[in-house]
């Protein structure tokens, strides 16, 4: 981070950590004073690459390289066009499919590769697509707002909680200030042995340590779920569609070698390559562990370095 600067006047981070780079839409980064300075009427071409740009399209840069800045800007505005989620499609592939495209497109505006033939697709796609479009941001909106108030909702709950943990430790702490003063009171009024005081006030003591630790055992009711969803609130959910495809079948791997087969795991005590192999331990077990296993995999190793495969 120290050797990143502004190109212009090359004032680097290392000589003012304090220097603020900004990037505009090209990627390309100037330091706060240069961008105050070159672009007083409010517009005026970059530095390195003569892109015309406008002062208040200016950001503060955020991540070490500028490239990765500018493509998360390309993406926030590719995604707002190409808003559509996988429920909008009929299969899986096709969502696939339209995923691969918006990716191409973000590289290609950000690599600078075929910029004006990727910008007509997005305007074409973009008229063609209006009225979904618009559904999908009034959508996505509405999601927002809901998951905004649950978070909201989440946050009172722990701060309500925090200051109930707040409260039973002030009444702890009190209480056991009166025990100490009870204490004090009974040594300088009482006429029995010092001895006899304190022993009772460590039974005290002891029934006030415990009825403490009784009262954190207890668990509250609560009917909030850890993501601050009520346990009686219904929450629209879209379905979700049913992929319907071929299962994998496995095939066991036929591997021919110029030699003799690797013996199965089942035959390795039969044909003795046990006899000099240390037997598992009671805890070397977990986790379905054999000595058989291990052995079988060092047979494996060996024939396939003793026997090369046929190709």
């Known amino acids: 981070m120290d050797d990143q600067g ?3 006047c090359k004032t680097t981070k290392y000589r003012n950590p304090s220097l603020k780079l900004m990037v505009n839409v090209c990627g390309h980064t100037l330091c706060e004073n240069c961008v105050e300075m070159l672009f007083v009427r409010g517009s005026g ?3 390195q690459c003569d892109t015309p740009l406008r002062k208040s399209n200016f950001r503060v840069q955020l991540f070490e390289d500028p490239a990765v800045d500018k493509e998360v800007e390309i993406r926030k505005k590719v995604l707002k066009i190409y808003n559509k989620r996988d429920f909008d499609f009929p299969s899986l592939r096709e969502y696939n499919d339209y995923l691969e495209q918006v990716e191409d497109i973000v590289y290609n505006l ?6 004006e033939d990727t910008k007509q697709r997005m305007e074409q796609y973009q008229r063609e697509n209006r009225d979904l479009i618009q559904k999908n941001k009034v959508k996505l909106t509405r999601e927002q707002e809901e998951l905004e108030e649950l978070l909201l909702l989440e946050q009172h709950g722990s701060e309500q909680r925090r200051l109930e943990v707040l409260q039973e430790e002030q009444r702890q702490l009190q209480a056991k200030r009166k025990s ?4 004090l009171d009974e040594l300088e009024q009482s006429q029995l042995p010092a001895t006899i005081l304190l022993a009772q006030h460590k039974v005290r003591a002891a029934q006030l340590e415990t009825q403490i630790e009784q009262q ?4 509250k009711p609560t009917n909030l779920f850890s993501t601050g969803i009520h346990m009686r609130q219904t929450v629209s959910l879209q379905a979700v569609p049913k992929i319907e495809e071929v ?3 496995y095939k066991p791997l036929q591997v021919q070698t110029y030699g003799p087969p690797v013996p199965e795991l089942e035959q390795l ?3 003795g390559y046990l006899n000099h192999v240390r037997a598992a331990m009671p805890q070397d077990t977990a986790g379905g562990y054999s000595s058989a296993l291990a052995c079988h995999r060092a047979i494996q190793d060996a024939f396939s370095g003793l026997f090369p495969w046929k190709s």
Request: aromatic fraction near 4%.
């Open 45 to 47: 071409n970059c530095v």
């Open 216 to 219: 954190k055992q207890v668990v």
């Open 110 to 115: 950000t690599n600078n590769i075929d910029v």
């Open 269 to 271: 005590g039969r044909l």
């Open 247 to 249: 299962l994998y079948h």
């Open 180 to 183: 100490k003063q009870a204490l």
């Open 6 to 8: 502004c190109p212009r």
